[in-house]
Every structure is written in C-alpha cells, then in structure tokens.
C-alpha cells in the first residue's frame, strides 16, 4: 500500500489536492489521537464520466450518472467546476446536450426525465415519458432521444410543448448518439453490436455496422470520420469510412468508455463510466489525462495477502495505483462488496448476486442469484460466506458447496458482517443504528444508539464500524461493551448539508449504488476505510 499523506489530501511536502465533490476547499481532514490516516489515492474531482460534450463557453460538460451532478472542465487546465449540483432536480444525469441558444438539454436516467436548463440556470422539465432515457442531442432547435433498453425508442421532443413523436423503435439499448455529415442521425444497438441511422424526419431505419465492438457511443470527427466507442474493458475504439466502409480498430486501455467530444482542432476527449475522469485520445491509442480517474464510489473494500487493496466500485473491481489514481482490474457490473480469500475474491452486486472471483484468471463463478440488495460480506472460519442480505433484512450462508441457508433475520438493514476469533459472527444494521451478535439465529445487541453504522471489522477485542452520520470511527470492546470514538472528520456519505431522498427505481431500470462505507483489516492489523464521500480509500494505521 503506497500512501499519499495525510486525511487532508496532501502529498508529504505536495500541494493540497484537487477539491473533490465533498470538498470545495481541499482541506478536509480526518482526525484521530489514535491512528494516523493517509489516502491512497486523491480525491475524485469527477464521479464517474458519462456523457461529455463541449458548451458555448468552449468548456466540456461532463455528466456524472452516479454522483448526479454535472460539471464543466477547462481541457487546457483539467480545472473542474460543478455547474449542475446534486441538491438539484437532476437526478441521474447520463448524456447532455447542448441547443443552438445555449440551453443545456439532460437525460435523468433514472427517474425517466428529460430536462432543459436555459443559460440563467432554470430548470424545465420537458418530458417524463422518455423510458430510461440516455443518448441524447441537438439539431440546430431540434431535440432527440434514445431509450437504453430492450425495444427501444429514438424520439423528437418538442422543449416548447407538443407530445414526441417517435421516430423508431426495436433500439437493443440506445446510447450516445449524433447527426452525421450526411444529416441521418445515427445511434447505436448496444446489445447488438450495430451502429444504425434514421432521418431527423423518421422513416425506414437503415444499418450502418454490424460486429462493432461493445458499441456505447458513436460520433464523428470534424473530418466526418464516424468513431464508435466500446464500453468494454479494453477501450477498444472503432473508426469507420463511411465512404468505403473500412474499419480502423485500436486498443486504447481506458477501461468501460462512455461518451467523446471533438474540439475545433478535432483533438478527442472521452469519458468512462467505469473509472471517470477525462481523456484526451489520439487516433492512434496514445492517451494523455486531462482529469485524473478515480473510484466511482468506493464502497466494500479489501485486500489480499500479497498486500493489493480492491474496492468494489459498483461497475468494476478497482485499486489505488500508487500514483494518486486508481487502476480498473476488471469490469463487473454492479459489484458492492468485496472480501478477499486467500487466492480469490468474493463480490456481492446489487443485482443480487454472490460471486466468487480469480484475479489471476479472471474468471468469476456465480454462487448465488435472486437476494435482494446483499452489501457485506465475510468469510467464516469453515469457508462459508456470511451475506449481509441488505432488501430482506436478514444475514444469510453459502457454503463451499453452494448450499444456502438463512443465519438471522428481521433485521431492519444490514449492510456489514465480520466474524471474531472465536467464529462469531456480527451484522451491522445502519437504520437500526445497531450492531448484533448472532447466537444461534438470535440476535444479541453489542452496541445501539449508533448513526447509521455501515462498514464492520474486527480485530482480537475490537469491533470497529463506520458511523456514517456523524463520520466517525467507532470501536467496541467485546470484552466489556465499551466504546469510544477513534476518528472523526471522516468523508463518508454525502457531503455536509445535503440531504437527498432517492426513491427506488423502477424495475429493471438502472439505479446509482446505495451508499455503502467499507471497512477491512490488513494482514497487518491497520484499518482500510472506503470514504466514499470523497471517492478515496483511508488507510489507518
């Protein structure tokens, strides 16, 4: 583990780093009499990168789907000012688009709505009858959208009023799309790796591309070349002659693309879901950071024997890199908790998920399907798995074998679980503001009164846990009872004064993860900590 300083983000002797989404100044810092705290990576300036495309002020406007806000970032500088914040009306921010009188057009994933904010800051809401809405852009006055489903529709909607008119449908999820140099509108299959176009006026659909890579976004060079992007992990980045058809395919290694924007000087800005930031590309896969990439949340986090810290970053498995940054391992969507086992990793997702993974082989075995949010998870001293099954209130097993059998419930929701010396075993429950001991399905209290304790570690004696409400580090003797807090001034949760209600989402649409601050021991016996408020892994030593 490769530290970078102290809790308030500054290299040893380095300049303060880059202000992130929980502080605007930069100097936030963990405190504790007890243990020294140092990032090992810096805090996130963007949360994720979804759709990104230059506004009038020759800035680019990056949407963050997960963090729900959207900033403006200087490509000269890679400075970064939050111009859509997330105590606003947008909720889930995906593609944005811009109209000819400076009007910034959002696709609300999420809650399924379309948003118009004019150059003074208001906010019109001009459709929620888009499903999943997510590519989106501008034809002069003219607004369109795709849906990011099955049976998808690409759609004109009116800012001014008037129903949308539906211009087709049979979209294998739609994504990042644009008009063409020949004025089609051209637009991804995502699910069927095809690139298709259509007339602004509607009509007969025609394909462009079949056997394109993973395609998530399509757009074009100002030489009118069409470049799609793959949202695989490879970064693999396709150009295509429409002229005559001839493909030019590179590998470019920024894991899970999302979107691009072209300057004036047709230079190439991507995004990526998977680890954010922003990325100047060069036609021939040479790369050049413009914002650095960081984690998307983090939430469950780990580390090996060999001394590799993981995080559970809800699209991938990620790490700090050493630099300051982080490093994606491996795309896997909708991961949230993690713990290391000798050899392999097991996961939680919020698709309700168990799986067990090689990092060395890269290859995953599913242990479980069909739980209902699962968030924590430990290993027992026999091998087995304890699962914090978060949507069902209640702590459940798997065995080496696969077999499932349920610990405890009537939990209210528990997020974390951690096992003693002695094989007993803990589950934190952050609504109830409690942790319990499970003794033989019965749940003995160990500690209440607490603010919404999320992550659960223990070492010998000591039970530590997250306090997400107050951002504190607590730590329980489970000899006598007794508590104290250890560290204070932790950026976990969302960022002080807001406060955001997020309802849950339709079935089968895509949601941001649940809030979810992490805590695991090192083989040395010092503290990791996701301080997912800030997007950097705390190690307390």
């Not at 002020?57 to 997960?66: E, K, N, P, T």
């Amino acid at each position: 583990m490769n530290a970078l300083g102290d809790g308030g983000g500054t290299s040893r002797g380095g300049p303060v780093s880059r202000p992130s989404r929980y502080d605007e100044t930069g100097r936030w810092q963990a405190t504790s009499k007890r243990w020294d705290t140092a990032r090992l990576n810096l805090p996130n300036p963007l949360w994720g990168s979804n759709g990104v495309t230059f506004g009038p002020d020759g800035r680019l406007y990056v949407a963050q789907f997960i963090a729900g806000q959207i900033s403006a970032v200087d490509p000269v500088s890679g400075d970064v000012d939050v111009v859509v914040a997330l105590d606003g009306p947008v909720q889930a921010p995906d593609d944005l688009a811009f109209g000819a009188d400076g009007s910034m057009y959002i696709a609300d994933l999420t809650p399924g709505k379309v948003w118009r904010r004019s150059p003074s800051g208001a906010y019109t809401l001009i459709s929620d009858a888009v499903r999943v809405p997510n590519g989106i852009t501008c034809v002069g006055d003219r607004l369109f959208v795709n849906e990011m489903r099955g049976n998808g529709r690409l759609m004109e909607l009116f800012p001014d009023g008037g129903e949308p008119v539906v211009l087709t449908d049979g979209l294998a999820w739609g994504n990042a799309m644009q008009l063409g140099p020949d004025g089609l509108l051209y637009y991804p299959h995502m699910m069927a790796n095809e690139v298709w176009r259509i007339s602004p006026d509607g009509g007969v659909p025609e394909l462009v591309a079949k056997d394109v890579h993973d395609p998530v976004a399509v757009r074009f060079d100002r030489g009118g070349v069409l470049v799609v992007l793959s949202r695989g992990p490879a970064g693999i980045v396709t150009r295509i002659d429409l002229g005559s058809g001839a493909r030019t395919v590179v590998t470019t290694g920024v894991a899970g693309l999302d979107n691009a924007a072209f300057d004036e000087e047709n230079r190439m800005y991507v995004s990526s879901y998977a680890s954010g930031g922003v990325t100047e590309m060069h036609a021939d896969g040479r790369t050049r950071e413009i914002v650095r990439r960081g984690f998307d949340g983090p939430f469950g986090v780990t580390v090996d024997l060999g001394g590799t810290v993981y995080a559970a970053d809800h699209f991938s498995l990620a790490s700090p890199d050493g630099s300051g940054s982080v490093t994606t391992r491996e795309i896997l969507p909708f991961v949230h908790g993690v713990v290391a086992d000798d050899e392999v990793l097991h996961l939680t997702t919020q698709v309700g998920e168990v799986r067990t993974y090689d990092p060395v082989a890269k290859t995953s075995r599913v242990r479980a399907t069909g739980l209902t949010g699962p968030t924590g998870i430990a290993v027992a001293p026999d091998g087995s798995l304890a699962i914090a099954e978060t949507g069902a209130g209640r702590i459940v097993r798997i065995g080496s074998d696969d077999t499932f059998s349920v610990l405890a419930e009537g939990l209210g929701h528990p997020v974390d679980v951690a096992f003693d010396d002695e094989g007993r075993c803990y589950a934190g429950d952050d609504r109830a503001g409690a942790v319990f001991r499970l003794d033989e399905g019965t749940l003995v209290t160990v500690a209440d009164g607490l603010g919404a304790p999320q992550g659960l570690a223990i070492r010998g004696d000591e039970l530590f846990t997250v306090e997400v409400t107050h951002r504190h580090l607590r730590t329980i003797s489970l000899t006598t009872g007794e508590s104290r807090v250890d560290a204070e001034n932790l950026p976990v949760g969302l960022p002080p004064g807001i406060t955001r209600p997020t309802p849950p989402p339709p079935p089968g649409i895509p949601a941001p993860p649940a809030q979810f601050a992490g805590l695991a021991i090192t083989p040395e016996g010092t503290l990791l900590l996701s301080a997912n408020g800030e997007g950097t892994i705390l190690h307390l030593s």
